[in-house]
């Protein structure tokens, strides 16, 4: 009879160890499925086409919109020197501080040409913004207006992304 016994608790003990395992792989299937579907929804969300959404918010004319590709390529073209300067300078500075003996020197005028260089991309975007506002009429320009606030005040205040609704993940503008 002890025989029996032992072995109703290995087929018991083996009955539950083989429905953990089940249930564990198929936990393991859902949440690796779920993450890729996740994953690919932030991507597809976070890089709209800037265009489209322009287009649809500010419902800009076939004119406004030729007039908006041009002058966004001309922004993007002024400003990537100075991106790529300062990236440059941002890896130069992090060498410099995590050298054993840094240079406060060489730190002091690698933050001052970051710092030159910000300005000037802080006036690009002004000077782009201000030609985005000319091709515009007064409904469109009200709808840039709110959109650049909302953009300017999530970079200045650290507001989280979502209270957003231009912000790149529930933008709905992912042509």
């Excluded at 390529?73 to 002024?78: D, E, Q, S």
């Excluded at 007064?138 to 200045?156: A, G, P, S, T």
Aim: proline letters at 2%.
């Amino acid at each position: 009879m002890n025989y029996f016994n032992k072995k109703n608790i290995f087929l018991w003990a083996f009955i539950i160890l083989l429905v953990f395992n089940i249930s564990g792989l198929i936990t393991f299937y859902v949440h690796v499925n779920n993450f890729k579907k996740d994953n690919t929804e932030f991507r597809f969300h976070q890089r709209p086409n800037p265009r489209c959404f322009i287009q649809e918010e500010l419902n800009l004319s076939d004119e406004q919109l030729s007039n908006f590709d041009e002058l966004r390529k001309t922004h993007m073209r002024n400003s990537k020197n100075s991106r790529d300067i300062i990236f440059e300078e941002h890896s130069v500075l992090y060498d410099e501080i995590t050298n054993k003996n840094p240079d406060l020197n060489v730190i002091d005028s690698l933050l001052e040409d970051m710092g030159k260089l910000h300005i000037q991309l802080y006036q690009n975007n002004i000077k782009h913004y201000n030609e985005l506002k000319m091709m515009c009429d007064d409904n469109q320009i009200e709808k840039l207006n709110e959109f650049y606030r909302e953009m300017m005040f999530q970079q200045k205040k650290g507001h989280p992304r979502q209270n957003y609704k231009h912000n790149r993940i529930n933008r709905k503008y992912h042509k």
